[in-house]
């Protein structure tokens, strides 16, 4: 998930990028983590932003503030997100990365709104501005923690299709049984709509919108919702045993400083994805 940069000799970077890279994209020194504090606050006040411009009492009373709040954190990502561009190697590379892209999306919501007529594009603006939420996913970058959850996901993942395959056929069993024993005139007016009620009931969600009247009907939910509490934690199972087994694999930050790969193994001497010696302690 992590975007790697490949940092070049002395000859091609100047001493400046080489040291404006490091406090951006390392965090083992003083001045990277100042960075990384400052930045993890500004995104969670930027959201925070948006969120109560949402709020049509406070957005009235407090707009002008709104406005420049915005466009304070817009032009603070701006900078952050060109300084990033200038100090990498490869500007296009980064760009097109997920967190050059979250980056983006980040600022682009703010500009593009001052150039579209509000009146008639309301409703992009309104998606605009719903986009700036995407700040906070510029956070995954700080969770190191969410390696090993992703490397689970990824781990039981065929597992997971297999579940929700089976998952799949149960639905599409259950909702057709119920639309031929509850038929029209209960609320089960087509067979899919009878398999939204049965995803609604094996989910144990139960929204109530439609139910069941008969007592054949009634017996078969039963037999559903039994099924969803054994259902349910199949998924959960899954994925606890792979990240038990991830767990035991500890990984630390020890960033490769060839390829940028930044966990490996506690004991690991060479980095698991170019074969280059890692740094010491």
């Known amino acids: 998930m992590a975007w790697k940069e490949r940092p070049l000799g002395p000859s091609t970077r100047s001493a400046w990028r080489r040291r404006l890279y490091i406090i951006i994209f390392e965090s083992d020194t003083r001045a990277g983590r100042l960075f990384d504090i400052v930045l993890i606050l500004a995104i969670a006040l930027s959201v925070l932003v948006v969120m109560l411009d949402s709020v049509h009492a406070f957005q009235v009373r407090h707009a002008n503030r709104l406005r420049m709040a915005e466009w304070f954190f817009t032009l603070l990502f701006t900078v952050e997100y060109l300084l990033r561009l200038l100090c990498v190697d490869r500007p296009a590379r980064y760009a097109r990365s997920f967190f050059g892209i979250i980056d983006l999306l980040a600022v682009l919501p703010t500009y593009f709104a001052v150039f579209l007529p509000q009146a008639s594009l309301a409703v992009v603006i309104r998606v605009l501005r719903i986009l700036r939420v995407f700040r906070i996913l510029k956070l995954g970058a700080y969770l190191g923690e969410a390696d090993i959850l992703m490397r689970s996901l990824v781990a039981s993942r065929k597992k997971i299709e297999v579940f929700l395959f089976t998952v799949l056929l149960l639905v599409i069993i259950f909702g057709s049984l119920m639309y031929l024993i509850e038929g029209e005139e209960n609320g089960f ?25 008969t007592p054949l009907g009634q017996a078969l939910a039963s037999v559903i919702m ?17 990240m038990a087994l991830a767990s035991g694999r500890k990984k630390v930050y020890r960033r490769c400083s060839h390829c940028g790969d930044r966990f490996h193994d506690e004991m690991a001497v060479y980095c698991k994805s170019c074969g280059r010696p890692l740094p010491g302690d």
């Open 226 to 242: 039994i099924c969803g509490y054994g259902i349910i934690a199949v998924p959960t199972g899954i994925v606890s045993a792979e």
């Open 189 to 213: 007016t087509s067979i899919p709509r009878s398999i939204y009620w049965a995803i609604v009931t094996l989910t144990t969600v139960g929204y109530g919108d439609i139910a069941p009247r």
